[in-house]
């Protein structure tokens, strides 16, 4: 007993790294990533939102007291009132109008990943509900953190994805991170290995989907 997060990436590393260093996030740090492949990395990840902000309504759902549920309204609140609006924005930037987004068709690994994430939450409690969101919220902090510390990464305006590198590395959302690290690191404090295993298996079976998320955009399939 006495687990935290860092135990959890320890017990699927491969998967984690794979995740973590996947080819779309090198090619998005060295500038080589074709402009249709991000584009389509962005009009899903608008429908992925969606279903994460359902996820944060789930996990009001599941609250046992209001410093739960007040976390959970917390996180809805910015995905629709912040999040969702920066994205469309950033969307625009890249010649994606609203229009366009309103009608996409929801690619297979988005509804893979999406649908798993509620599924999961669903059929466990609020723990399971949020490892199965920590490859999300956890992962991509690492991720710009990573990038940054690569000698390949290219920095400034002569990388077009300069502002997404940027962006997860905010200090609100390095802040974000950090809280739902201590949250996790508080809850798996107390639990059985038993629990432990059963915890590893989501997380891990989140972290494969969050890497065939990038293939997806690789491969721009629906
Ligand atoms: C496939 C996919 N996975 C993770 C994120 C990152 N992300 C989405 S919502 C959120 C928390 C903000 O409240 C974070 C970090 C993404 N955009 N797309």
């Known amino acids: 007993m006495g687990y935290r997060f860092d135990d959890l990436t320890a017990a699927c590393q491969d ?3 794979a995740y973590i260093e996947h080819e779309f996030v090198r090619r998005l740090g060295d500038a080589t990533l074709e402009e249709g492949a991000f584009r389509h990395y962005l009009q899903q990840d608008y429908l992925f939102l969606i279903h994460f902000a359902r996820a944060y309504a789930l996990a009001a759902y599941k609250s046992r007291d209001l410093d739960e549920l007040r976390h959970a309204f917390a996180g809805l609140k910015t995905i629709l009132d912040v999040e969702l609006g920066l994205h469309v924005d950033y969307c625009r930037e890249w ?8 009608r996409l068709p929801e690619a297979r690994a988005t509804l893979a990943y ?5 599924d999961t939450g669903h059929r466990g409690d ?7 969101l920590a490859p999300c919220l956890i992962g991509y902090g690492e991720i710009a953190g990573w990038l940054d ?6 920095r400034g305006k002569a990388n077009p994805h300069d502002a997404w590198i940027a962006m997860y590395e905010s200090v609100d959302f ?3 991170m950090a809280d739902e690290r201590a949250w996790l690191d508080a809850r798996l404090a107390d639990v059985t290995p038993r629990r432990f295993a059963e915890l590893c298996v989501v997380f891990r079976d989140a972290t494969r989907l969050e890497i065939d998320f990038w293939q997806m955009g690789l491969d721009r399939s629906l």
């Open 15 to 17: 998967d984690w790294r």
């Open 95 to 102: 010649g994606i109008s609203e229009e366009e987004l309103a």
């Open 114 to 118: 999406t649908r798993y994430v509620l």
């Open 126 to 132: 609020l723990l399971d509900l949020h490892v199965a």
């Open 149 to 154: 510390a690569q000698a390949a990464t290219v």
């Open 174 to 176: 390095q802040q974000a």
